[in-house]
T-cell receptor, first 108, second 113 residues
Framework: RKEVEQDPGPFNVPEGATVAFNCTYS??????FFWYRQDCRKEPKLLMS???SGNEDGRFTAQLNRASQYISLLIRDSKLSDSATYLC?????????FGTGTRLLVSP | DTAVSQTPKYLVTQMGNDKSIKCEQN?????MYWYKQDSKKFLKIMFS???????INETVPNRFSPKSPDKAHLNLHINSLELGDSAVYFC????????????FGSGTQLSVL
């Protein structure tokens, strides 16, 4: 089983839609969780940290379910500029482990 | 000011050659990393250094040798390059090495012919 698993997509949505991604992780001892965004041919950039109580940053909401070992990212009112690959990231032993990413394509 | 900078951006070379990629961070972080992103876009850690000390070596072939002259620099030297080494190599840094968020360089696209 992979340490971090994501649906690779692509998710094709129209502008203004709401879209959600899930990610599961295998290490129950993980303490830190993040969503990163990676544009084509660019480096990954931190989108948001994920906290146990859930957190929101504008149109983006992240949730953590420790019991089921999954993390979610909800994007409301999708913009064309949201098109990217979204990487789920989970802490392992002295390192961060990346999922393979979920590709999102927002169309006009 | 670029926080994490790596050079070169592109590297095209023949099999069997030796090449180096340089990385520098001006964030004052203690920990630096090398990640490899293959053609399937899987981003996998190769090495991490904390204050110039090797913390993680993820079963990378010993043709790959990282060097950290100080905590702001982590270079990657690759000997006897192979076709399978073709990938994008990302340098990154973080404040501490225990699962803290990462800041990445813009990547080095290595193509081995």
């Amino acid at each position: 089983r992979k340490e971090v698993e994501q649906d690779p997509g692509p998710f094709n949505v129209p502008e203004g839609a709401t879209v959600a991604f899930n990610c599961t992780y295998s290490n129950s001892a993980s303490q830190s969780f993040f969503w990163y965004r990676q544009d084509c041919r660019k480096e990954p950039k931190l989108l948001m940290s994920v906290y146990s109580s859930g957190n929101e940053d504008g149109r983006f909401t992240a949730q953590l379910n420790r019991a089921s070992q999954y993390i979610s990212l909800l994007i409301r009112d999708s913009k064309l500029s949201d098109s990217a690959t979204y990487l789920c990231v989970v802490s392992g032993f002295q390192k961060l482990v990346f999922g393979t990413g979920t590709r999102l394509l927002v169309s006009p | 000011d670029t926080a994490v900078s790596q050079t070169p951006k592109y590297l095209v070379t023949q099999m069997g050659n030796d090449k180096s990629i340089k990385c520098e961070q001006n964030l004052g972080h203690d920990t630096m990393y090398w990640y490899k992103q293959d053609s399937k876009k899987f981003l996998k850690i190769m090495f991490s250094y904390n204050n110039k000390e090797l913390i993680i070596n993820e079963t990378v072939p010993n043709r790959f040798s990282p060097k950290s002259p100080d905590k702001a620099h982590l270079n990657l030297h690759i000997n006897s390059l192979e076709l399978g080494d073709s990938a994008v190599y990302f340098c990154a840094s973080s404040q501490v090495y225990t699962g803290e968020k990462l800041f990445f360089g813009s990547g080095t696209q290595l193509s081995v012919l």
